[in-house]
């Protein structure tokens, strides 16, 4: 076989590899991306808090969302309004754009809602007088 061939072989071998290693990652992973997608989809903002104010609004009943305890190390994300972030020590703000490092090295996350919109006259749609 020509070095040309063989070496085409190679990569060809070498990107299967790697593809049946992302596949096999996102087996065992069992819908945890998608799940922890789902919860940021509904995340205005993100800040990263201190552990002694993730536990001050776990007890004040925030609650944790439960797809934090399945990541490696666990997350406590919790949904807070903007009002009771700002009594927080320190909120420091996370890019939530493509699930980066910035965002995945935090053990403690407040995430902010996106706002309630309530269905103006505008938006209704009306049916055409003939």
């Not at 305890?69 to 903007?82: A, D, G, I, W």
């Not at 699930?99 to 006259?121: C, D, I, K, Q």
Request: glycine content about 4%; charged content about 30%.
């Amino acid at each position: 076989m020509k070095k040309s061939l063989q070496r085409r072989a190679q990569e060809i071998r070498t990107r299967a590899a790697v593809r049946a290693w992302d596949y096999r990652q996102r087996a065992y992973s069992r819908g945890v991306w998608f799940r922890l997608r789902r919860v940021l989809a509904d995340a205005e903002d993100a800040y990263a808090i201190s552990r002694e104010d993730a536990a001050e609004l776990v007890v004040e009943g925030y609650r944790p969302e439960p797809v934090g305890q399945e990541l490696e190390p666990p997350k406590v994300l919790v949904f807070v309004s903007r009002e009771r972030l700002s009594q927080c020590s320190s909120p420091r703000a996370v890019p939530l754009v493509g699930m980066g490092p910035a965002l995945l090295a935090e053990t403690h996350l407040a995430l902010v809602r996106f706002p309630e919109r309530s269905p103006s006259s505008d938006s209704i749609p009306r049916k055409r007088e003939r």
